[in-house]
């Protein structure tokens, strides 16, 4: 059935109508869309980039200088034999801990326990031949006395008694010898310590002599040297000042594989002259080694204590940023906004670093989110304590 003109004209200009009418509450529904937006943009704009600030902080520090330097033994001995002869046993085990007097090595005792009874032999010869002539002496002041002997006589039995009794005097000695060389066939530890491996095996023949290669060689434990160079500045800051006033200056000492400073030393010796090629002298700090953990030759960081505890300003390092050859911090005020502030960074200290210049205990400063912010800018801060880092590196250090 078709439908007839007129009702076709009027659907139409319905659906002409209902589409007028859609496109009007579509425009009128974006625009309080945008209305809306607009309104709310401001409102984001004003809270500012989320960042973390934290109150700087204040504490009684030592001020402390770091070096590299290497563990040294406080006795280090080559082991020499002091008689030739055949090695017939060595008493230790390579690299185990001896202590001073313990037998290491021995040498075959026989041809020096054959000399030792030579020596015997040739002092009761003299001490014999001593009393023969001491007697003969006697009878002749006798005869001298009754004018039955001629002078020239007593003379000569006086004379034989005194040459006895320097044989005897040299037999004696030539016994002690023997006997110190008997002694010698037995090596023993000089100090207590660490000993390395034999050089040299059973069997074989050694000699005397410092131009031979040593048996073994032997290191103290209980006690370490850590030699480090110091420069001049520090040297005259806090170590000649410690010497001439005959305190101690303490020294703090950390191995390749901590993160911290684990072991306390102090200075023991200090170089009789400063290199003038490097601008440093020689310090050398002594560390106690009950465990044996520090062995000669590691590598060691030590840091240098000088001075009076004094007040100091200590900030998180993250939170100085670099502005061509100058150091600087954003400082939240407390209207939340960033303002830039040049500062002097100091030396670090368990976890934080010292601000020598441009901060103020108390002010607050933003540690994190630094890359999102520039002086003058809004931010939404988030209170986090700078304790916190230090606590985490004084945990460290008494670990």
């Not at 004018?147 to 004696?172: G, L």
């Not at 032997?218 to 305190?247: H, I, M, W």
């Amino acid at each position: 059935m078709q439908t007839p003109a007129p009702l076709r004209k009027r659907f139409a200009l319905t659906a002409t109508v209902l589409a007028v009418i859609a496109l009007s509450v579509g425009g009128a529904i974006s625009v309080v869309g945008l209305s809306a937006n607009a309104s709310t943009a401001p409102t984001a704009a004003a809270a500012g980039a989320p960042v973390d600030v934290a109150e700087v902080v204040q504490r009684q520090i030592i001020d402390w200088q770091s070096y590299s330097g290497r563990i040294e033994a406080v006795d280090r001995v080559e082991v020499r034999p002091l008689v030739g002869g055949t090695l017939t046993a060595v008493h230790f085990k390579d690299g185990a801990l001896v202590k001073k007097g313990d037998v290491l090595f021995t040498i075959d005792p026989r041809p020096y326990e054959a000399e030792v009874a030579r020596a015997e032999a040739q002092l009761a010869g003299a001490e014999a031949r001593a009393g023969y002539t001491a007697t003969d002496l006697a009878r002749g002041q006798r005869l001298l006395g009754d004018n039955a002997i001629a002078k020239r006589d007593f003379e000569e039995k006086q004379n034989a008694a005194r040459e006895a009794s320097a044989n005897v005097a040299a037999a004696r000695a030539a016994l002690r010898a023997a006997r110190l060389n008997l002694e010698y066939t037995r090596i023993t530890a000089p100090v207590s310590g660490r000993i390395s491996r034999a050089e040299v095996t059973l069997g074989n023949v050694v000699t005397p002599g410092a131009a031979n290669a040593p048996l073994t060689t032997l290191v103290s434990v209980a006690k370490v040297y850590a030699s480090f160079d110091v420069d001049e500045q520090s040297f005259l800051k806090y170590v000649n000042p410690a010497r001439a006033a005959g305190t101690t200056v303490p020294v703090e000492l950390g191995l390749a594989n901590e993160d911290a400073y684990s072991r306390k030393g102090r200075v023991g010796s200090v170089d009789n002259r400063l290199d003038t090629a490097s601008g440093t002298i020689r310090v050398r700090a002594v560390f106690d080694n009950a465990d044996g953990q520090l062995v000669p030759g590691l590598y060691a960081r030590v840091r240098l204590g000088g001075g009076e505890p004094h007040a100091a300003v200590l900030i998180d390092e993250k939170a100085v940023g670099t502005d061509q050859d100058k150091r600087f911090v954003m400082v939240a005020d407390k209207d939340n906004h960033a303002n830039y502030r040049q500062v002097v960074v100091g030396a670090g200290h368990d976890g934080l670093v010292v601000i020598e210049k441009g901060l103020q205990p108390g002010e607050r400063i933003v540690v994190n989110g630094l890359q999102r912010i520039r002086p003058g800018d809004a931010i939404t801060p988030t209170v986090v304590p700078m304790q916190a880092q230090a606590a985490k590196a004084g945990d460290a250090d008494k670990a």
